[in-house]
Structure formats: structure tokens, C-alpha cells
């Protein structure tokens, strides 16, 4: 991994195990660091509600995290942002640390999980 790639909070293999990131000079350490595949079950622990609509083509998948302003931040079951049913971007996230800190750049808020 690329130390331009982090931040601090993001979440990252180390040895491993799942460890978040807690200053600033463990950036400079991402070479020795993995990241994280994103999974549904990732999603779930940051909040996310899972959504099973059927068509006629078959199931749709989204994720949804509601957030306190009334808005909602979507990702479609392959982790592409979403913009009600349109892809907000032409490509999907693929790890953790990238969902991480495109939610603060749009939100200006971390993405924590929850208990």
C-alpha cells in the first residue's frame, strides 16, 4: 500500500488482524501494512442497511447508511456509489480504507463502527 492512500482512523491489516490506524508516523509504515477487502459484512459493521429489491432481471442489492441530515450515503451490491439507482462514479471500492475516506470527503465526517 501507498502511504498516500491513508489517514488516520483507517483500518488496515496488520499481521493479520484489523487494526486502525492511530497516528500519524503509522502511515509512513504502509508499505508493511495490507488492506482490507470490503465485504457486506464491513458495510454492516460501519451501519450500513442492506436492501433486496426484486425485478423482473433479477434481485438488485443496495446499501444504504442514513445519515442524521436526512441524506444517504448508497453503494450498490458491488460497492459502487450510488446516486439513487445511478452510479455516482465510474469505478467500484474495493477496500475498506477507500470507503473510509470517500465518505469523509463527502461528508467531512469519520466512518465509525458501530456497537
Known amino acids: 500500500m501507498e502511504s498516500s492512500e491513508l489517514r488516520i482512523g483507517n483500518y488496515t491489516l496488520d ?19 495490507e488492506p482490507i477487502k470490503l465485504t457486506a459484512d ?6 450500513f442497511e442492506k436492501f433486496v429489491f426484486e425485478y423482473e432481471e433479477g ?4 446499501y ?3 445519515k442524521k441530515n ?14 439513487g439507482e ?4 465510474d469505478y467500484k471500492l474495493k477496500y475498506v480504507h477507500q ?3 470517500l465518505f469523509f470527503c463527502l461528508t467531512a465526517e469519520e466512518l465509525v463502527l458501530k456497537s
Open 42 to 47: 464491513w458495510l454492516i459493521k460501519f451501519g
Open 64 to 66: 444504504v447508511l442514513e
Open 15 to 33: 499481521h493479520g488482524h484489523p487494526e486502525q490506524i492511530p497516528y500519524g508516523s503509522d502511515i509512513d509504515s504502509a508499505g508493511l501494512m
Open 99 to 101: 470507503l473510509q475516506n
Open 70 to 83: 436526512g441524506h444517504q450515503f448508497v453503494l450498490s451490491d458491488e460497492f459502487q456509489p450510488m446516486d
Open 59 to 62: 434481485p438488485e442489492i443496495t
Open 86 to 89: 445511478i452510479a455516482m462514479l
